[in-house]
């Protein structure tokens, strides 16, 4: 079965601490995106990237990091300068031409002990 | 500023009909896409609409009106499992897409 996956489905992060969500896809996207959700608001776009060694920041970016180092591959980094991490993380791809469907993975909450 | 605007809750009952409306500002335009969300998942496609007009698929229909910055999701013949909610995202000039805060559409028997 082609799809995204994300892993882990509930991750806590203590004070101070780095943290990394996977998102592995299988569907050969060339694009790949990871959004944060938070109740009341839009999804909102930490990172995205549009092929292999790139990114670009997104509307969120302050706080997180990540890499492409592989298609099918790319993860987030929560790092201890997100004064705020707790909230619902969804990574997504695209076939990265035009205006393609996004397609999204399960999700990962994050919640800071 | 770009914006989307879509109520933040309805009600409505089984088997009957609702539109979910969705008003937009955006910085170019380049489609608008629904889709439907349950609690603790993942956001699923329902539908992307680029040109004016309606485009049905079975009991879910959306419609689009450029010159309104104005869409609405409509769903028919109600069941329960439609119980969600519905998040409509415009597609800029920069083809990045940006997203209402979703309408959760409540069922009722």
């Known amino acids: 079965d082609g799809g995204i996956t994300q892993s882990p489905k509930y991750l806590f992060r203590k004070e101070g601490q780095n943290v990394t969500l996977s998102c592995e896809q299988n569907?050969?996207?060339?694009?790949m995106y990871w959004y944060r959700q938070d109740p009341g608001q839009g999804l909102r776009l930490i990172y995205y990237?549009?092929?292999?060694?790139?990114?670009q920041k997104g509307d969120i970016a302050e706080g997180y990091s990540v890499s492409r180092e592989k298609k099918e591959s790319f993860p987030l980094t929560v790092t201890s300068a997100q004064k705020n991490p707790t909230a619902f993380y969804l990574c997504?791809?695209?076939?990265?031409?035009?205006?393609?469907?996004?397609?999204f993975g399960p999700g990962t909450r994050l919640l800071v002990l | 500023g770009q914006n989307i605007d879509q109520p933040t809750e309805m009600t409505a009952t089984e088997g009957a009909i609702v539109q979910i409306n969705c008003t937009y500002q955006?910085?170019?335009?380049?489609?608008l896409f629904w889709y439907q969300q349950h609690a603790g998942e993942a956001p699923t496609f329902l539908s992307y609409?680029?040109l004016d007009g309606l485009e049905e698929k079975g009991r879910f229909s959306s419609f689009l009106s450029r010159s309104k910055g104005y869409s609405y999701l409509l769903l028919k013949e109600l069941q329960m499992k439609d119980s969600a909610s519905y998040l409509c995202?415009?597609?800029?000039?920069?083809?990045?897409?940006?997203w209402g805060a979703g309408t959760k559409l409540i069922i009722k028997p």
């Open positions: 997504a791809s695209s076939t990265g031409q035009g205006a393609e469907t996004q397609y």
């Open positions: 569907l050969n996207h060339d694009a």
């Open positions: 990237s549009q092929i292999v060694n790139d990114f």
């Open positions: 609409n680029v």
């Open positions: 995202a415009a597609l800029d000039s920069n083809y990045q897409l940006i």
């Open positions: 955006t910085s170019g335009f380049n489609g």
